[in-house]
C-alpha cells in the first residue's frame, strides 16, 4: 500500500482486509460496513486548533477511502454513500459545536442506513413478491441479499408454493449460499450451473435477479453471467426482473463490460482435475492472459422490469430517478 498505516484509523485497516479477503461481500454488506466504520471515524475525530470541522474532515476521509478502493475498488453504491456524506459534511453550520456536529453526522448516517437500504429492501421485497404466485418456477443467479429476502418473505408471509432453481458459476460459486439460505427457510430448490440454463429455462416462468448498479442508460451492472442469463431468458420469453435499491442507482454510462470493471484473481480460473490443472503455468506462457471479471452490463432490452424502492420502473426511467434524486439533494 502506498498510504502510510499510521495515517489510517484501526477499523479502517480491518475492514480494508476484510474486503480484499471476501469476508464481506455484496453491494449492500460492503456499503453497510463502510457506513459503520465512518460513524466510528466521526466518533473518534478531533478538530485540530485554527481548522473547521467541515473542511478537516473532509480532508481526514480521503486517504481512508483511498485505502480502501486500493483494497478492492470502491462499489456504486459505497461511492454514491461517500458523495452523500461528504456533502452533509460540508453543509454543516459553524455555529454547531464540535460534540454537536458530530451527533449530528451519525444521526445522519443512521438514517442513511434505515431509510436507503433497511426500509428499501422491505419496499422492494414488498412490491416483488406481490409477483410470485402459486406454482410458479422461478430462476436467481448467484446470491443477492434483496432477492433471497424477497423469496424468504413470499414463503412466510404469503404461504405460496413455488419452486426456485438457483443458477450457479465458478469461480466463486456464490450460489451455494442462496441455496443454504433458501433451503434452511423450507423452500424448494434445484441447483444448476450456468452452462445448463437452456435445459431448465421451458420450466421457468419468470428470472429474479439482483443488481451492483443501474447505470445512467438503463443497463444493469451485476454479477458476471447476469447478462448471458438475460440474454437467453429473452430468446425462452421468459420476463426478467431486476431488484435494485434507488441509492444504487449511479450517473455512469457503460455500454460493455471491459471499458471499466473490477478484475479478480486469475488464479482462480485455474481448476484442479484430477490432481492436475489445465492452466498450470500460465503466467510463463506470454501468448495467454486470464481474464477474471467480476461484473457485466445487461443492457436495458433484455429487463422487462425493475423493482425498485419506488415502484416498478422500466430501465429507460433511471435517468428521472436520478434527477428527482438530484432535486431532492
Known amino acids: 500500500m502506498s498510504i502510510p498505516s499510521t495515517v489510517i484509523h484501526p477499523a479502517v485497516v480491518r475492514l480494508g482486509l476484510q474486503y480484499s479477503q471476501g469476508i464481506i461481500n455484496g453491494s449492500n454488506a460492503r456499503c453497510i460496513a463502510l457506513l459503520e466504520v465512518f460513524k466510528q471515524l466521526i466518533r473518534d475525530y478531533s478538530t485540530p486548533q485554527n481548522e473547521e470541522l467541515s473542511r478537516d474532515l473532509v480532508a481526514k476521509l480521503k486517504p481512508h477511502i483511498s485505502f480502501l478502493n486500493q483494497c478492492r475498488p470502491l462499489s456504486a453504491s459505497m461511492g454514491n454513500a461517500i458523495k452523500f456524506l461528504k456533502k452533509e459534511i460540508s453543509c454543516l453550520p459553524d455555529t454547531l459545536r464540535e460534540e454537536e456536529a458530530k451527533e449530528k ?6 438514517k442513511y442506513l434505515r431509510e436507503k437500504i433497511l426500509l428499501a429492501a422491505e419496499a422492494i421485497s414488498r412490491s416483488a413478491f406481490e409477483k410470485i404466485n402459486d406454482n410458479d418456477v422461478i430462476l436467481v443467479y448467484g446470491c443477492s441479499s434483496l432477492v433471497n429476502r424477497t423469496l424468504c418473505d413470499a414463503h412466510m408471509k404469503k404461504g405460496q408454493a413455488f419452486r426456485v432453481i438457483v443458477v450457479d458459476s465458478r469461480p466463486r460459486l456464490e450460489g451455494r449460499e442462496t441455496l443454504r439460505r433458501l433451503v434452511r427457510k423450507g423452500i424448494h430448490c434445484t441447483y444448476v450451473m450456468i452452462n445448463a440454463i437452456s435445459y431448465v ?6 428470472v429474479l435477479l439482483g443488481a451492483h448498479a443501474l447505470l445512467a442508460n438503463g443497463s444493469v451492472m451485476s454479477r458476471v453471467g447476469t447478462s448471458q442469463i438475460a440474454l437467453v431468458s429473452k430468446a425462452y420469453n421468459v420476463p426478467v426482473l431486476v431488484c435494485c435499491e434507488t441509492y444504487k442507482f449511479c450517473e455512469r454510462v457503460q455500454t460493455d463490460s471491459f471499458v471499466s470493471n473490477e478484475l479478480d484473481d486469475p488464479d482462480d480460473l485455474i481448476v484442479l482435475r484430477k490432481g492436475q490443472a489445465q ?3 500460465w503466467a510463463e506462457n506470454k501468448s495467454l492472459r486470464l ?19 419506488l415502484g416498478m420502473i422500466p430501465c429507460t426511467s433511471v435517468p428521472v430517478v436520478l434527477r428527482v434524486k438530484n432535486v431532492d439533494q
Open 105 to 110: 453526522l451519525q444521526d445522519t448516517i443512521d
Open 201 to 206: 429455462l421451458p420450466e421457468v416462468s419468470k
Open 279 to 281: 492452466l498450470g503455468g
Open 291 to 309: 481474464l477474471n471479471l467480476v461484473y457485466d452490463v445487461t443492457p436495458p432490452d433484455l429487463v422487462d422490469l425493475v423493482i425498485t424502492d
